[in-house]
């Protein structure tokens, strides 16, 4: 190696060190400013930016878009933003809530979003939500359809006035699909489990073995629960009462701490298959 080339390298290897080491000291001595009421620097917005954009880019190439020109479909997918979406992202002439107001970083003003981003996009973002952002992963609340529905609606939203968006405000609660029959569920799948533990904030209140979560737990740890012979001291424990005892506590166990969360059929059987691993054999 050419000495010029050598000294370039190591130049570059002691500034990338001294570099991380410059970072590391400004998190661990609590130097960068952490508090909503100040936005991120310059540097670190255009960081997430960029993840942002180039991750979305890449993981919607392969969305098929369906047809999104239907009255119908465009309708509910009004409905539905009403219901989900405008609380945070607001609307022509309609603030978000006073909540989402202090949001950091600010929800995108989706007007704006369905000019610069695809439909495959659109809909990619809304499904599986994107992380340090508030945004959730919709996917675990509303079918695939209702998700197209609202990418439907948002493609004519840019074309909105406001006198024009309130007058769709019709009061009706959002039209949803009916969920596919127990026969139509696929096999639980350990690792959409996994997932789904974040979705449902099961990681706020239990240690979860290899889940990273909140430090304050309320409930019982989950480490070594396939072992267990009974979930919350009433059940015999299968996979099958796990799934009932996900999806409706109260009924298994009245007065049960565990609070209903509206754990869809799928994710449940998911959620069970997953902690069928956490095994201390394992």
């Known amino acids: 190696m050419k000495r010029w080339m050598r000294t370039a390298a190591i130049t570059l290897a002691v500034t990338g060190a001294a570099a991380g080491v410059a970072g590391g000291a400004v998190v661990y001595f609590g130097w960068y400013d952490i508090s909503a009421t100040s936005p991120h620097t310059i540097a670190v917005h255009h960081l997430m930016d960029t993840a942002l954009s180039r991750g979305v880019k890449m993981r919607s190439a392969d969305v098929e878009v369906p047809d999104l020109q239907g009255a119908e479909r465009i309708q509910n997918g009004s409905r539905l933003y009403r219901a989900h979406c405008a609380q945070c992202h607001g609307g022509p002439g309609v603030a978000p809530q006073p909540y989402a107001l202090g949001l950091n970083p600010t929800p995108a003003a989706l007007v ?39 990418v439907a609606f948002m493609r004519v939203l840019p074309a909105l006035t406001a006198d024009e968006y309130r007058r769709g405000e019709d009061g009706q609660a959002p039209a949803t699909r009916a969920p596919a029959p127990g026969g139509n569920l696929r096999a639980g799948n350990a690792n959409a489990g996994r997932d789904a533990l974040h979705q449902y904030m099961c990681v706020a209140c239990h240690a979860i073995p290899g889940v990273p979560g909140a430090w304050n737990y309320v409930g019982p740890s989950l480490a070594g629960i396939a072992d267990r012979p009974a979930i919350a001291g009433t059940l015999p424990h299968t996979p099958e009462n796990m799934k009932r005892w996900l999806m409706s506590p109260d009924e298994i166990k009245p007065g049960t701490a565990m609070p209903n969360l509206g754990v869809s059929e799928q994710d449940a059987q998911d959620i069970a298959a997953f902690l069928q691993t956490l095994s201390e054999s394992r």
Request: hydrophobic letters at 45%.
């Open 112 to 150: 704006g979003t369905a000019r610069t981003r695809s439909a495959a996009e659109i809909f990619w973002i809304t499904r599986q939500g994107i992380k340090m952002t508030g945004m959730p992963a919709w996917r675990h609340r509303l079918a695939d359809e209702e998700i197209w529905d609202v």
